[in-house]
């Protein structure tokens, strides 16, 4: 088991065995302030970019990236 899924799994054991509501109702809290589920809005400058990267891609035109 890796280092997070034991965190996870003795985050999850203790909050499973509190009835703390408090804590319970901060611990939601964190969860819900911390998402990172944001829209990002691009400028019409970035759109322009990344639609020329999409056409240069279909075109095949491409620069290998080899040391």
Known sequence: ?????????SLID???ATKNEELL???CNI???TQTDSIISL???QLEM???SEKD??????VADVE
């Open 1 to 9: 088991m890796s280092g997070l899924d034991s965190i996870k799994n």
């Open 14 to 16: 203790r909050i499973l």
């Open 50 to 52: 990344l639609q020329m």
């Open 31 to 33: 969860f819900e302030f």
């Open 25 to 27: 109702k901060a611990i």
């Open 57 to 62: 891609i279909e075109c095949g035109n491409l």
């Open 43 to 45: 400028s019409s400058e």
